[in-house]
């Protein structure tokens, strides 16, 4: 703990960059629970979180089963007047639905459309996944049509979600 202390320190002089490099460490490392320590110290010490920041934090959140502080990381980035990408709104579908929140997952989905923030493979994927976790063939099969309409590529896990999501509703037609 007092090594961390130091450390910490130490990155303060680097500025965000410094911050960035241990927080995406500590993402590497599995230690989430130091990122979001890091990620909690930068504002007090002065230290301005940007989008790769708030990415770091969320894929560290995601990678460890911690669906609800990702998401709550993601809603802070308003806040803080950061802008979200696709890699940050990726990472939030992608650990709701690794938890089986597909309530969740389809919110932040939704929430990345609406604030015309480009969708990707695996943001597509994962909540097609998510849909299918929950049982709904029925958002999973739009999903996945909507994806095709907007030439969004699809790949193996994503047509393999959508049609689990159909033969565990034994919908095939």
Same mark, same amino acid.
């Given at each position: ?20 490099? !241990?927080?995406? +460490? =500590?993402?590497? @490392? %599995? &230690? *989430? #629970?130091? /990122? $979001? ?54 990472? !939030?579908?992608? +650990? =709701?639905?690794? @938890? %089986? &929140? *597909? #309530?969740? /997952? $389809? ?54 979600? !959508?049609?689990? +999501? =159909?033969?565990?509703?034994? &919908? *095939? #037609?």
């Amino acid at each position: 703990l007092q090594l961390f202390s130091v450390m910490t320190r130490q990155i303060l002089e680097l500025g965000v960059t410094g911050f960035n490099a !241990a927080v995406s +460490a =500590c993402e590497k @490392a %599995g &230690e *989430w #629970e130091r /990122a $979001l320590e890091l990620f909690s110290s930068m504002e007090p010490s002065n230290v301005h979180w940007d989008t790769f920041t708030f990415s770091a934090v969320i894929s560290a959140c995601e990678k460890h089963g911690e669906w609800q502080k990702a998401v709550q990381v993601l809603s802070g980035m308003t806040c803080s007047k950061v802008e979200p990408n696709t890699i940050t709104f990726s990472s !939030a579908v992608s +650990a =709701c639905e690794k @938890a %089986g &929140e *597909w #309530e969740t /997952a $389809l919110c932040v989905f939704c929430v990345m459309a609406q604030r015309r923030i480009e969708s990707n493979t695996i943001s597509c994927s994962a909540t097609i996944s998510a849909c299918e976790k929950g049982g709904k063939w029925e958002n999973a099969m739009l999903l996945l049509s909507k994806m095709l309409q907007n030439r969004v590529e699809a790949n193996r896990v994503t047509f393999s979600a !959508a049609l689990s +999501a =159909c033969e565990k509703s034994a &919908e *095939w #037609e």
